[in-house]
């Protein structure tokens, strides 16, 4: 996400300056020792319903108060968590999970399977995969207070999978008063079954938010591996501190008053390298691709010509060094199922050129007819890669003879105007940069961004109906080898029609004190259980 679905970076810095830098953070800071964590996240979590919002800074918060029925494993692979027996019937149609022992909400009530029927019917109203169950079964139903049922009209071999993953809105399972809400209502309580308790009394929006330890969650008895097995929490308290400015954050890692700093500014990685005490560590592996959105509803882009020529014009390692200088946390991508996942390809890649190809956009956009129309590019100044990664888009538009205009904004102002589907002339808007985790465009039923069905689709609403067809039969693929063959076939016809141009993939490390350990690298998701201090 990752300003979509995970981080918000702020302004740039200057490394000069981080040194000299006053504490600001040692008035507020309450004792802490090798019990208490300190984390600057990437973003203040405003939002604390992890099914009505798709942030990752509220995915991270679900995942501390929050279980999951499966989770993922360092291979990907889906294993039981709060499920302690499953099993499917001889015709694949009827799923049987019956819960583990020992589950209860903080409010000391057991966990239900009234409760996971509940939560699966409100995720499986936004999630894609989730969407594809619920228009799949027959009835998803409880047993008894343990057990519950999904029954389908049709097999969906792909279902284990689809609960497991870990695309925000993830599966966290919530109590039944809650998850009975409609998902487009946001759920205000923060009481779940998970190894973390949201402390209420010490919650300050804007300034800082802290979890407890919760002594009374039963991990299960499997070593933790990825997400999966079991979640043993290490210290008793982890404070979020919320520190807009880059700079400050620094300077407060630096001065071992907070222990985990998410989004250190590239230019200062170097610093973070050179000092003794701190470390770079890169969790997501498979890193995020910056993906450039237009609207296929207005002009030029609703001319399938228009956004070709936008493809043939990018020049990823130009973008890539504007937005990350250090060229070993970046590379370039042709693929739209991600860099390095399991079914990407260079299917019908023969537009990418070193540099782009301003000469080939140019006449691309002549035969599109484009006259001289204002092109929107909605700016992010608060995330200083993407603004200067827009910045040099609309310089490059320019030096071909489009009228390219920058609309600065928040991120927030951003998300606001980009659900705009009117001309630019009523507010409505051209282009933006996002992006989006290698490991959700690894599969197309569980990001919105490879979506192709029109006013349904992620912003942009690209349509495309050849190849929704092959989006909807997914799931109904019986090996790896089939979907590698129908990803193939999606990827040659996104590249011709152009549902999205990609300006290159990155990895983005967080820095921490090296007294901090045992962080768990996976994408998506920053679980704060096992984690470790130790005394400074």
Known sequence: MNIS???????????????????????????????SVRMVKASDLRVFDPIWTATNITADHG?????????LD???????????????????RTYTFELRDGLSWHDGTPVTAADCVASIRRWGQVHPGGQLIVARAKDISKKDDKTFTIALKEPLGLLIDILADLTPPCLFIMREKDANRPATEQVTTTIGSGPFKFNEGLAKPGASITYDRNDKYVPRNEPSDGLAGGKIV??????????????????????????????????LFSMVESDSNLALEVLDKLGWDVILRMNCLQKPFDNVKARQAVLHLIDQE???????????????????????????NDENTGWF????????AKQLFKEAGYAGEKVVILDPTDWHESDNASQLLAAT???????????????????TRRAKKEPVENGGWSMFITSESNYSLGNPLATPLLLANGDDAWYGWP????????????????????????????????WDYVGDVRLGTYVSPIARRKTLTGLIGMPQIVPMWNMQKASG
């Open 5 to 35: 679905r995970r981080n918000l970076f702020k302004v740039g810095l200057a490394a000069g300056t981080v040194l000299s830098m006053p504490s600001i953070l040692r008035a507020q800071a309450s004792s802490s020792g090798a019990r």
């Open 63 to 71: 995942a501390a108060i929050y279980d999951t029925l499966f989770s």
């Open 74 to 92: 360092s291979q990907f692979m889906p294993q039981p968590q709060m499920v302690g027996r499953w099993d499917v019937s001889d015709d694949k």
């Open 234 to 267: 290490n210290v008793d308290r982890i404070v979020w501190d919320v520190i807009a400015d880059q700079q400050t954050a620094m300077a407060a890692l630096q001065a071992d008053e907070v222990d985990y700093f998410e989004t250190p500014p590239a230019d």
């Open 318 to 344: 130009a973008c890539m060094q504007a937005m990350y200088p250090d060229p070993k946390y970046v590379s370039t991508v042709t693929s739209i199922f991600g860099r390095d996942t399991l079914v990407s």
């Open 353 to 360: 050129k070193k540099g782009g190809d301003p000469d080939k």
């Open 397 to 415: 538009l320019r030096k071909i003879g489009v009228n390219a205009e920058l609309a600065p904004s928040d991120w927030g102002g951003l998300t």
């Open 463 to 494: 349509k495309n109906e050849e190849y929704e067809a092959l989006r909807t039969k997914w799931a109904d693929a019986g090996t790896l080898d089939e979907r590698k063959g129908m990803a193939r076939k999606m990827q040659a016809i996104w």
